[in-house]
């Protein structure tokens, strides 16, 4: 229970509105891979967000699937006509799974967004190296697909 409430402090905090002039945009939507479930994303400014996930992980370790990531973000491309863009982003996180597999590990996210103005989704790949602290230190794999509505 201690390590549900540490976690969930930690994921406040990476979640928390920055001091950023510009206004935070939202982002609510899926993650389909692993893990598949709802994924959310809290932009800070043009180059930082934070992000995490509430899903279930389907792969050996099949468990409940809690993740907060604070992600840099980079332009690949200057927006287009109809003023689209999109982000190589790299960061770091806390992953742990409970109610199966008890497994708390660092995250790297690694991905691609695709911001679809005016519109307000946008699209992303991300794959995810692990590194796992508890209960054993090993190396794990996330890899996921998804899409976000803004509010």
Do not use: C
Not at 1 to 18: A, Q
Not at 22 to 37: D, K, N
Not at 108 to 126: A, M, Q, S
Request: glycine share 10%; net charge negative; proline share 6%.
């Amino acid at each position: 229970m201690k390590k549900m409430i540490y976690l969930l402090s930690v994921i406040t905090l990476l979640i928390k509105v920055g001091d950023s002039a510009e206004p935070a945009r939202f982002g609510l939507g899926i993650v389909l891979g692993e893990p598949t479930g709802i994924s959310f994303k809290l932009w800070e400014n043009q180059q930082v967000a934070y992000d995490g996930a509430i899903a279930w992980a389907f792969g050996d370790h099949s468990s409940f699937h809690l993740h907060g990531d604070y992600l840099r973000h980079t332009p690949l491309s200057s927006p287009d006509e109809s003023n689209n863009a999109s982000f190589l982003y790299y960061g770091i996180g806390l992953r742990a799974q409970f109610f199966g597999s008890n497994r708390l590990g660092v995250r790297f996210p690694l991905g691609i967004t695709l911001l679809l103005n005016p519109h307000p989704f946008d699209i992303f790949l991300e794959i995810v190296p692990i590194f796992n602290l508890f209960p054993a230190t090993q190396l794990d794999l996330n890899a996921g697909l998804g899409f976000r509505f803004y509010f």
